[in-house]
């Protein structure tokens, strides 16, 4: 898939020759196109739901090796309503999604921390509820410690009704509500993790 012919992107962003490649199908795009293509805002392209289908492919790869601000990338594929896209689709990002979550959470050391993963299929997704789905079931000590560290992680947002999701694609009350229900299931995980091993977190580590 590639960009819709007449797409001419935001100038000051992107050179004539980028546009023209995004535009061009059976052609690798360099890394840095890809992702810049996914962090930049929504609205500096014609079609962009277009644009994330032609990035898609590497923009996946990019991803799952580790990025700086990673939920920002996914920014761009929840602009694009991947979820709407016709079903073989939507299906082939939701499965990318969940693959990228569940072996996050059963690497010793992912190239992005737990945290930020979690963050980046809230923010594709602008929903919470399936990745705690995938979460809940990983009690391994791998697993452990990623909970550990995110909670550290959102040690500030614990207690405000400030959501780690910087990117989120919605409404602020969308998103509190969400934030709320994460936190409610840290403290329920946190608090059956201390009475069946022993098991919190240090604040201080």
């Known amino acids: 898939m590639t960009a819709q012919a007449d797409e001419s992107g935001c100038g ?4 004539a020759g980028e546009v023209q490649l995004l535009r061009t199908p059976d052609v690798p795009l360099p890394a840095d196109l890809v992702r810049r293509v996914a962090q930049k805002d929504p609205f500096h ?20 090796e580790g990025v700086d601000e990673p939920d920002l990338m996914a920014r761009g594929l929840a602009a694009a309503g991947w979820s709407q896209w016709p079903g073989e689709e939507a299906g082939a990002v939701a499965g990318f999604l969940e693959a ?5 959470l059963r690497s010793q050391s992912p190239p992005n921390a737990a945290s ?3 963050e980046s299929c809230v923010t594709a997704s602008s929903s919470v509820s399936p990745w705690l789905a995938l979460w809940k079931p990983e009690t391994s000590p791998v697993a452990r410690r990623h909970l550990a ?42 608090h059956a993790a201390v009475v ?3 098991f919190a977190p240090d604040p201080q580590s």
């Open 45 to 64: 392209w014609v079609n962009q739901p277009a644009i994330i289908r032609r990035v898609l492919p590497q923009l996946v790869t990019v991803l799952a």
């Open 12 to 15: 000051r962003c992107f050179d």
């Open 116 to 118: 930020e993963v979690f």
């Open 149 to 190: 560290d995110s909670l550290n992680r959102w040690t500030e947002e614990m207690t405000s009704d400030h959501s780690p999701f910087t990117w989120w694609w919605g409404t602020e009350a969308e998103e509190q509500a969400a934030w709320s229900q994460v936190k409610t299931w840290l403290a329920s995980q946190t």
């Open 100 to 104: 990228w979550w569940t072996q996050t």
């Open 196 to 198: 069946r091993e022993g």
